[in-house]
Structures are given as structure tokens and as C-alpha cells.
């Protein structure tokens, strides 16, 4: 099966940027899709497409996929960015894969 | 707006069956497949499954096929997920999603917006 890893934390000042990995065998080669998932809420879509941001998302986050990862960077991080986020990509065989989510803290 | 609003939380006891629903409102509910995910208490998300309301198309993730049914009523703009008999490893929060758009067999393959979820606690 396919299966998509991140790392558990990752930990930012206030301003500066954080940088969130998600990696797979040729994960460059598929549509990859971030949500943030704040505590006792429900997931909400950051980053889609790989790069695309909904309607409502700030502009200090961005996404990228090349190769067999992944990224999230959410440039000038908030307070209000502290949350669990998680990667999502679509694979033939085993259909629509999570990461298996990251905590960002910010210090 | 799009909305999806999910049934309010359950208790269950083992062995029991249970049915929540979710209800799709400001678009058209016929022409978005919804899926259904699961969140184990401080574990991540778990893709069940997704139903297609138009025709009640449904694909589950082979973890979870045979343990839960999905289903929609397009009448009510209303999907489903259903237990027979409930285990205390079903405890869990469980959301509805809906697709992103389908076109020409092209599908854009992310979930928004969500469901406020609906947790399921099942204990003796």
C-alpha cells in the first residue's frame, strides 16, 4: 500500500518559516494536498494541487512537490498557525492516503 | 455556502448498531462523491471511504470494508455510515468531506469543505 510519511513536530519561532515534509515513492509524480486540523476542529483545506491555495487561506502558505516529497512552508508564522497538519495524496491502488500528520508548535 | 452538518455524538455499547449521517446543503449534493474519515482519539486521519450520491457509487479503503456501509439518499441530501455491531475500537471521532469536482473522468482528488464531526464512543 501506499504510504505517506511526515515528521511528527516541527517547531518555528513567531515570523520566521516553517517547512513540513510529506514523503513517498514518487509522491512528484501525483496531485498532493495539505489540511490544518487546529485542536477540537475539523481539518480544513490549506494547500491543493500541489501549489493552489482555496479561497480564505493567507498567502504565507505555499506548497511544492517534486521528486518523492512534499512541502508545506508557511512563511511569517502566526500564533495562530499552531496545528496539526496533514499531507493527502490519491494513488490508484490504495485510493486517498493521509500523512500521518505533523505538529507544528510555534515557540 | 457549501455545508456539510453531521448528527450529534453517540454512546453505544458493544455489539449494538449505529447509523450518523451527514447533510449536504448549497450545492448540488448529486454531482460531488462525499467521503467518510476517521480519527482515532490523538491519531491521525484514516480514509473509510466515499459514496457517489447520484448513484450510490461506493469505494471503501480495504481496512475498512466489511466493517462499516456507506449510503446516501439523494432525496434528503444525506450520506451515511453505518455500523451492524460495534466494537470499542470503533470509538472515535468521524468526519463527512466533500470531494473536490469531477469533469471528463478527471477527478480533483481533496476534501472540502468538512463536516463538524460527529464522535462515537462505545464502551461497556
Known amino acids: 500500500s501506499y504510504e505517506l510519511t511526515q515528521p511528527p513536530s516541527v517547531s518555528v519561532s513567531p515570523g520566521q518559516t516553517a517547512s513540513i515534509t510529506c514523503s513517498a515513492d514518487?509522491?512528484?509524480?501525483?496531485?498532493a494536498c495539505w489540511y490544518q486540523q487546529k485542536p477540537g476542529q475539523s481539518p480544513v483545506l490549506v494547500i491543493y494541487?500541489?501549489?493552489k491555495r482555496p479561497s480564505g487561506i493567507p498567502e504565507r502558505f505555499s506548497g511544492s512537490n517534486s521528486g518523492n516529497t512534499a512541502t508545506l512552508t508557511i512563511s511569517g508564522t502566526q500564533a495562530m498557525d499552531e496545528a496539526d497538519y496533514y499531507c493527502?495524496?490519491?494513488?490508484?491502488?490504495?485510493?486517498?492516503?493521509f500523512g500521518t500528520g505533523t505538529k507544528v508548535t510555534v515557540l | 455556502e457549501v455545508q456539510l452538518v453531521q448528527s450529534g455524538a453517540e454512546v453505544k455499547k458493544p455489539g449494538e448498531s449505529l447509523k450518523i449521517s451527514c447533510k449536504g446543503s448549497?450545492?448540488?449534493?448529486?454531482?460531488?462523491?462525499i467521503g467518510w474519515v476517521r480519527q482515532m482519539p490523538g491519531k491521525g486521519l484514516e480514509w473509510m471511504g466515499i459514496?457517489?450520491?447520484?448513484?450510490?457509487?461506493?469505494r471503501y479503503s480495504p481496512s475498512f470494508q466489511g466493517h462499516v456501509t456507506i449510503s446516501a439518499d439523494k432525496s434528503i441530501t444525506t450520506a451515511y455510515l453505518q455500523w451492524s455491531s460495534l466494537k470499542a475500537s470503533d470509538t472515535a471521532m468521524y468526519y463527512c468531506?466533500?470531494?473536490?469536482?469531477?469533469?471528463?473522468?478527471?477527478?480533483?482528488?481533496?476534501?472540502?469543505?468538512w463536516g463538524q464531526g460527529t464522535l462515537v464512543t462505545v464502551s461497556s
Open positions: 468531506a466533500r470531494h473536490g469536482s469531477c469533469s471528463g473522468g478527471s477527478c480533483h482528488n481533496w476534501f472540502d469543505p
Open positions: 448549497g450545492y448540488s449534493f448529486t454531482s460531488y462523491w
Open positions: 459514496i457517489y450520491p447520484d448513484d450510490s457509487d461506493t
Open positions: 514518487k509522491l512528484g509524480d501525483k496531485y
Open positions: 494541487d500541489d501549489t
Open positions: 493527502q495524496a490519491w494513488d490508484s491502488s490504495t485510493l486517498y492516503v
